[in-house]
């Protein structure tokens, strides 16, 4: 019955006469305790409306950020991809000759040597008979002796001859890794490619291996700004670390906001035409260090 009767009067008197009614109807301590309440309600309400503009503003920046990396990780992809196509086809080219018989041993030592010093990505070139014999090695000078293939030797059972019967057995071009977790020979972590020979007949007669190292690909085959902007990494397939750096992954402030799901600014993409098994990832530096803990 009382709220039917506050009901009815706030329908006749109006809200404002009600508010008026209510007020002194309260005890002066009463009063004094709202009064108090105000300014307290107002402050809450202020820093809502800041933390709120806050979260709004970063959620934006952070989206620009991450389409500005994807965008630059993109194209680091393509220069690096343009720049192994390159080599791929100058290594084709190579190969292309020894099966027609248009080059000898001295004249491919001679070609390597030219290749090797122009592109200081190579790390060394080779010519393999289908025997696995090496028949002629091209490698720069600072290589380590447990990675120099000596002409005469055979390839030992490793990686490197899995990746040379792959090659054979498709008689196309093939991309493979040699990580130094696996291969106790291997001082570095280094990309090789096998480009099959034929003879007259069409049959397999051998491969070039040319080797690739990653920091060489990922020093020369990146732009300068876009490693002078991120941490730039290249990585297998299962997030092993080749070369470069990353940001150690930290708990991150803006992580438990909304709309924050890359706290990190980070972007990868596979590199072709390796595919899968090489990774080009980019972190952004300030973010880790500025918003992580």
Same mark, same amino acid.
């Given at each position: 019955?009382?709220?039917?009767?506050?009901?009815?009067?706030?329908?006749?008197?109006?809200?404002?006469?009600?508010?008026?009614?209510?007020?002194?109807?309260?005890?002066?301590?009463?009063?004094?305790?709202?009064?108090?309440?105000?300014?307290?309600?107002?402050?809450?309400?202020?820093?809502?409306?800041?933390?709120?503009?806050?979260?709004?503003?970063?959620?934006?920046?952070?989206?620009?950020?991450?389409?500005? %990396?994807?965008? @630059? =990780?993109?194209?680091?992809? /393509?220069?690096?991809? #343009?720049? &192994?196509?390159?080599?791929?086809?100058?290594?084709?080219?190579?190969?292309?000759?020894?099966?027609?018989?248009?080059?000898?041993?001295?004249?491919?030592?001679?070609?390597?040597?030219?290749?090797?010093?122009?592109?200081?990505?190579?790390?060394?070139?080779?010519?393999?008979?289908?025997?696995?014999?090496?028949?002629?090695?091209?490698?720069?000078?600072?290589?380590?002796?447990?990675?120099?293939?000596?002409?005469?030797?055979?390839?030992?059972?490793?990686?490197?001859?899995?990746?040379?019967?792959?090659?054979?057995?498709?008689?196309?071009?093939?991309?493979?890794? %040699?990580?130094? @977790? =696996?291969?106790?020979?291997? /001082?570095?972590?280094? #990309?090789? &490619?096998?480009?099959?020979?034929?003879?007259?007949?069409?049959?397999?007669?051998?491969?070039?291996?040319?080797?690739?190292?990653?920091?060489?690909?990922?020093?020369?085959?990146?732009?300068?700004?876009?490693?002078?902007?991120?941490?730039?990494?290249?990585?297998?397939?299962?997030?092993?670390?080749?070369?470069?750096?990353?940001?150690?992954?930290?708990?991150?402030?803006?992580?438990?906001?909304?709309?924050?799901?890359?706290?990190?600014?980070?972007?990868?993409?596979?590199?072709?035409?390796?595919?899968?098994?090489?990774?080009?990832?980019?972190?952004?530096?300030?973010?880790?260090?500025?918003?992580?803990?």
């Amino acid at each position: 019955m009382e709220l039917n009767k506050a009901a009815s009067v706030v329908t006749q008197v109006g809200p404002w006469a009600w508010w008026r009614s209510w007020w002194h109807r309260q005890s002066p301590n009463r009063q004094d305790r709202y009064a108090n309440l105000a300014p307290v309600v107002a402050v809450v309400l202020f820093l809502a409306a800041i933390a709120s503009a806050f979260w709004y503003l970063r959620v934006e920046e952070i989206e620009r950020e991450q389409e500005a %990396i994807k965008r @630059d =990780v993109e194209y680091a992809q /393509q220069r690096l991809r #343009l720049r &192994l196509l390159e080599r791929q086809e100058q290594v084709m080219r190579l190969a292309r000759d020894v099966s027609n018989k248009e080059i000898r041993t001295d004249q491919f030592l001679s070609r390597a040597e030219a290749l090797v010093q122009q592109y200081p990505e190579f790390l060394s070139l080779t010519w393999i008979d289908d025997r696995r014999r090496i028949i002629a090695n091209q490698s720069v000078s600072s290589i380590s002796p447990s990675q120099h293939m000596r002409a005469g030797t055979v390839l030992k059972v490793g990686e490197t001859e899995s990746h040379f019967s792959l090659a054979r057995d498709l008689m196309q071009p093939i991309y493979g890794q %040699i990580n130094t @977790d =696996v291969d106790k020979d291997a /001082q570095l972590a280094v #990309l090789q &490619l096998h480009t099959p020979l034929s003879n007259d007949q069409g049959r397999f007669s051998g491969v070039i291996l040319a080797e690739y190292t990653m920091e060489g690909l990922l020093r020369y085959g990146i732009p300068t700004e876009v490693l002078a902007k991120y941490a730039v990494a290249l990585q297998d397939g299962k997030g092993q670390l080749l070369a470069g750096q990353t940001i150690p992954g930290r708990i991150a402030l803006w992580r438990l906001l909304p709309g924050s799901d890359k706290p990190n600014n980070d972007y990868e993409v596979p590199v072709s035409p390796v595919g899968n098994d090489l990774i080009l990832r980019a972190q952004a530096w300030w973010v880790a260090a500025c918003f992580g803990w």
